[in-house]
């Protein structure tokens, strides 16, 4: 039987394990949409990677409390590879699509990029984290749908120079994906210790990476990738670049 997921921050889980509350929001879905009753059986993980099975002890109107009967493994363990995607932002809901399916591929960190030829702009702090807010809330539902326990952690926009200044001395492999003066994916990787850890794999916007900006990550140390015979829309190259780095490089094998 599928399990019926719902997430509690640690700090809602009792010190001794052995109880959780639940939000309004969850406590909403749990009633009213899954119109679940006392005793149900049901699932809670924590974001940070625990998942336990439990059983509904009381449900009041903001609030339901769970009795938590054994810990369990998550259906979809977390890949060994640590892999930031950081994504340039993209029209419409394009980017609600991307966030989802990082998420469903086992992403660990997304970084939503402000850069030279993105079509969106943000006019203030406000819009920024409102933005951040629903992204959050997207990954928290694709989180129960594909059974990772693990939130994915979505940082607060950045620009393209503030990227390139604090990735500086993170010691990671980081990869740039352009249309146009890379290497081939598969000769990049040749290059590369093959059991990398940790990755940050750079996808430009819509309408493609200017020359400075191309220039700048070369002089910076990153390895430009170009994948020949396909042109794809920028939030496809943003989840196929997601999947072939899990492939070469995580538990997608």
Known sequence: MTRRRFYAPPDAFAADEKSVTLSADETQHLRSVLRLQTGDEVY??????????????AINRDQTKLRI???????ALESALTLTMAVALLKGEKFDLVIQKLTELGVSRVVPLITARADVRLRNDHEADGKVSRWQRIAME???????ARLMTIENPLTFEQLMESSKAN????????????DSFAHALDQTQTAAAQITALVGPEGGWSDDELSQARNEGWQLITLGGRIMRAETSAIAFAALLQHRLGDLN
Do not use: H, N, W, Y
Request: net charge negative.
């Open 44 to 57: 809670v993980f924590d974001g940070a990677g625990r998942e336990f099975r439990a059983e509904i002890d």
């Open 69 to 75: 009967t054994e810990e369990v493994v998550p259906s």
């Open 142 to 148: 694709a989180t129960k749908q594909c059974g990772r």
């Open 171 to 182: 010691g990671e492999l980081r990869f740039m994906f352009a249309e146009r003066d890379g």
